[in-house]
T-cell receptor, first 116, second 116 residues
């Protein structure tokens, strides 16, 4: 089946530093990838839609200068949390869909970000 | 507007008993419906989907779901629950038409507790 790999699984960083999270589709091509944020005991919040070769589409209320998204190839999207603050601590999950019309989303295992 | 509702935050069931996790949806066109399961500190795993055809769809780990168009519901079921089924379950819908046809909308999640 389709596999999405996300790295790192866990990262701790200091306030003010930047953190990059990678999302790769291992055995399929994904022109679109999605980045979600999940707060404890809550549902997924869509942050942005990453489009290969073009700018990402951000959801309302998500700061595009803070959460930089790059989708440089059909198998790789990255999310960079810039100048991280403790309130950015969260669980970030990426997902991708195969090109077939009815394909489900396939999710990475998530990244637990802790900003100290 | 597209939306998904999971009316129960938590469902408790004894091992061996049947389980149902409820989901209702709202879309403009025909719905594409999905169920996912999430274990602690992991991404979401795809269980099953409904696109068209037979209203009862079967998925992974013995789960099935029934599409009911008149009630706009897509409840997840399993005839005999296992303790290992304890996890967080998400229902999702994707609209078949419209500006947001590529987006997946997730419910708030239902925590399933299966007691021995």
């Amino acid at each position: 089946g389709a596999v999405v790999s996300q790295h790192p699984s866990r990262v701790i960083c200091k306030s003010g530093t930047s953190v990059k999270i990678e999302c790769r589709s291992l055995d399929f091509q994904a022109t679109t990838m999605f980045w979600y944020r999940q707060f404890p005991k809550q549902s997924l919040m869509l942050m942005a839609t990453s489009n290969e070769g073009s700018k990402a589409t951000y959801e309302q209320g998500v700061e595009k200068d803070k959460f930089l998204i790059n989708h440089a190839s059909l198998t790789l999207s990255t999310l960079t949390v810039t100048s991280a603050h403790p309130e950015d601590s969260s669980f970030y999950i990426c997902s991708a869909r195969e090109l077939q019309e009815y394909s489900p989303l396939h999710f990475g295992n998530g990244t637990r970000l802790t900003v100290t | 507007a597209q939306s998904v509702a999971q009316p129960e935050d938590q469902v408790n069931v004894a091992e061996g008993n049947p389980l149902t996790v409820k989901c209702t949806y709202s879309v403009s066109g025909n719905p594409y419906l999905f169920w996912y399961v999430q274990y602690p500190n992991r991404g979401l795993q795809f269980l099953l989907k409904y696109i068209t055809g037979d209203n009862l769809v079967k998925g992974s780990y013995g789960f099935e779901a029934e599409f009911n168009k008149s009630q706009t519901s897509f409840h997840l079921k399993k005839p005999s629950a296992l303790v290992s089924d304890s996890a967080l379950y998400f229902c999702a819908v994707r609209d078949s038409e419209g500006y947001n046809f590529n987006k997946f909308y997730f419910g708030s999640g239902t925590k399933l507790n299966v007691k021995p």
